[in-house]
């Protein structure tokens, strides 16, 4: 049995060529063992793409291409727990498909043209998949985002 701590963080907390033009790397200094999810940002709309907000993601499509990125990350988390492993999910605040506890909503469509967006309570789209994946196997874990702010897992240890 294995009594370690491993994050699973967004992809952009280690490679920050992953992220949308223009935006600031996040500091990042594992402590520990780190599982670096995919980017589904970038996989999806490329490395040349707009700013976009959660509500422009939140389609069928981008969930479908989320859920099947995370199906092997999800394999690997739920052996991990069995072993006594302790999951901590890292993500991005405000950002549409990793956020943990704040997201972005705003961009109505239309012509491209500097828009606002806000940040809002709730999950980016990837997160809130991985995180139901995880919940629906049975795997305990805990998360928090870059800023410090933590919420509860589900509790749940497997």
């Not at 699973?8 to 402590?31: D, M, S, W, Y």
Request: hydrophobic share 35%; aromatic share 6%.
């Amino acid at each position: 049995m294995m009594d370690e701590e491993i994050e699973v963080v967004a992809h952009c907390r280690l490679n920050p060529l992953t992220k949308v033009i223009g935006l600031q790397p996040i500091e990042f200094c594992p402590k520990g063992p780190v599982i670096q999810l995919p980017c589904p940002e970038a996989l999806y709309l490329g490395l040349d793409r707009w700013a976009v907000t959660r509500n422009q993601l939140d389609v069928p499509e981008f969930r479908r291409f989320c859920r099947s990125i995370i199906t092997h990350y999800a394999d690997l988390l739920e052996m991990l727990a069995r072993k006594g492993a302790r999951i901590k999910i890292v993500g991005i605040a405000g950002s549409p498909s990793c956020g943990i506890i704040t997201t972005s909503s705003g961009y109505s469509g239309g012509r491209v043209q500097e828009a606002q967006h806000v940040h809002v309570p709730g999950r980016g789209i990837f997160m809130e998949e991985l995180l139901a994946e995880l919940e629906r196997r049975g795997v305990g874990f805990d998360c928090e985002e870059t800023g410090g702010k933590e919420c509860a897992g589900n509790g749940q240890r497997a």
